[in-house]
């Protein structure tokens, strides 16, 4: 898989299509439904909301409808890689002082994003009232195709419960040896709580120096979450190690928009295209089923 990757980034090096070109629209036979992505990480510092948002760009280029809500409960930052400052955020919804439409900011890259609830710890400290309120505020975003969370690092009750909401859990790692075990840590967590829904699980290796990097560190996670854990992570693939994703963050702009050519756009391309390819989850549950799954209801 690694080398299709490198091939793959070879051949959209040569390509002469341009960002600004107009996204290609995908068919799908099926009947349209929202398909939940939650990216996690074991620790921080491993690039997970630049991942994120970079990964919605790449799926608006699909000519999909994305939307990506911060879901750190405490230290929200998505708008901050954007640059811009929402007015209200998940917080005011939360709290029934405004609606999803009304805090949902479209970006200038062909994304929408919710603010993350700054202020609010957890999920659980919504009354009955104000939990029913949300349910329903929830349902405005199924009108998106993606929809793509940011969780917050660490292995916290609302981390997990988002991943046990989602169609998908990508799991973000990258060669230092405390992001790999934190990664296993998160994996294993997954893994014992979660049994039934270890099948979504994915990995994502970032700024690697060398495909053979990439792959010894996928291997090593893949083998151990086999051995150990007895789960499959199929491994999507890797993002280069690249100087435009520094210049991205100080210029708080996300570097497929900088630059659509550099390596680490042409990786996180590929991987949502890969993504497009893998089962979820589950195939017919749909956005209802994921709220219904986030509040524990039948």
Same mark, same amino acid.
């Given at each position: ?18 960002? %600004? ?110 939990? %029913? ?11 998106? $195709?993606?929809?793509?969370? $940011? ?63 990439? *792959?010894?560190?996928? $291997? ?40 659509? *050519? ?37």
């Amino acid at each position: 898989m690694v080398e299709d990757q490198a091939e793959k980034l070879r051949e959209i090096m040569r390509k002469k299509n341009d960002f %600004q070109e107009k996204p290609k629209s995908i068919k799908s036979p099926e009947a349209k439904r929202t398909r939940i992505i939650t990216v996690t990480s074991g620790k921080g510092g491993v690039g997970k909301t630049s991942i994120s948002v970079n990964m919605a760009l790449a799926y608006a280029r699909l000519g999909k409808k994305v939307v990506v809500m911060d879901a750190d409960l405490g230290l929200a930052n998505v708008n901050v890689m954007l640059n811009t400052i929402p007015k209200f955020n998940l917080y005011h919804v939360m709290r029934k002082q405004k609606s999803m439409k009304e805090i949902l900011w479209e970006t200038d890259y062909g994304i929408s994003i919710v603010a993350g609830a700054s202020g609010l710890s957890k999920i659980a400290n919504l009354t009955e009232d104000e939990r %029913q309120y949300f349910i329903n505020e929830l349902d405005s975003l199924s009108e998106a $195709d993606i929809i793509i969370i $940011d969780t917050s690092a660490g292995v916290s009750s609302n981390v997990l419960d988002f991943i046990a909401a989602a169609d998908d859990a990508v799991i973000i790692a990258t060669p230092e040896p405390t992001a790999i075990t934190d990664a296993y840590g998160i994996t294993k967590i997954i893994a014992t709580e979660y049994e039934s829904l270890t099948m979504g699980l994915k990995l994502v290796v970032n700024r690697v120096k060398s495909v053979a990097e990439a *792959k010894k560190v996928a $291997d090593r996670m893949t083998h151990i979450a086999g051995q150990f854990l007895n789960i499959r992570i199929d491994y999507l693939g890797f993002i280069y190690d690249d100087a435009m994703v520094s210049q991205a963050v100080l210029r708080q702009k996300p570097f497929m928009a900088l630059d659509a *050519k550099c390596k680490a756009s042409l990786c996180v391309q590929h991987i949502a295209e890969r993504m497009e390819k893998h089962e979820t989850r589950s195939q017919n549950d749909g956005f209802a089923a994921m709220i219904r799954r986030l509040f524990g209801r039948a």
